[in-house]
């Protein structure tokens, strides 16, 4: 089993992955930024939504999104999330590397680094050529990763971030000359311990813009945060969006 179809995972640490502040900021974000910002009824789809962080506030703005997740129970934590804010939203059990939906959508997301999880470059490079597939002509992928040039200021670094009634330790290693990336989490909660170790694939800014390029996306642009500043050494984020031509 690879470690994202591990559903212990995401609830176990879901204290971590997806904190009230992450739902306050992506409220503000569809709310404020320029490379969220969507029309009332564009076609708008969340891939690897988890508990519905930005579907939710997508369907607010008057969007018909769909949120696609391979975890089961992030995927009731959105619908519950959803029927209490009384919006309608489509959610689907999906792994990203399979789904497509050909020319069904205007705007895809991925957030939060959930791209990269596939340990062969290929198959990252599949999950990209099934959004590009998924677009209506004009429509846009952006996806929002950790780059390289920012992880490189911190990285090494370990980090201890307290939950409500624990603390998570963080530790992350670079693998196979700067090419993956290994995070070991230890939560330490209420007497008991529990592990987890995510890998990652890592993308500079020109690495991931010549992998948009090869799979058919034109005007494609990096920004370094959602208010789409320059990606430069101030950037706290790699955020890449290309468009389907139409």
Request: aromatic share 10%; net charge negative; glycine share 8%.
């Amino acid at each position: 089993m690879h470690w994202y179809e591990d559903d212990d995972l995401w609830v176990g640490f879901a204290d971590v992955m997806f904190p009230p502040s992450r739902a306050e900021e992506a409220e503000r974000l569809t709310a404020t930024s320029p490379l969220l910002k969507v029309a009332e009824g564009a076609r708008v789809l969340d891939l690897a939504c988890g508990p519905a962080t930005h579907v939710l506030p997508l369907a607010k703005k008057g969007a018909e999104v769909t949120g696609v997740d391979l975890s089961p129970a992030m995927l009731e934590r959105a619908r519950e999330a959803c029927e209490a804010a009384e919006v309608s939203v489509k959610l689907v059990q999906a792994d990203m590397l399979e789904y497509v939906e050909p020319g069904a959508y205007d705007l895809i997301i991925n957030m939060y680094t959930s791209f990269g999880y596939f340990t062969e470059p290929g198959d990252n490079r599949t999950v990209l050529r099934n959004a590009f597939t998924s677009l209506a002509p004009g429509g846009s992928l952006l996806v929002d990763v950790l780059g390289k040039e920012v992880l490189a200021g911190w990285v090494g670094r370990p980090q201890a971030v307290d939950i409500d009634g624990g603390t998570v330790f963080m530790r992350d290693t670079i693998l196979d000359d700067w090419t993956r990336l290994k995070t070991d989490w230890t939560l330490v909660r209420d007497g008991e311990v529990k592990q987890a170790s995510i890998l990652s694939f890592l993308y500079s800014a020109a690495e991931l813009k010549a992998l948009f390029e090869a799979v058919g996306f034109t005007d494609v642009e990096c920004f370094g945060d959602f208010d789409g500043s320059p990606y430069d050494d101030s950037a706290r984020r790699l955020i890449v969006r290309g468009v389907r031509a139409g």
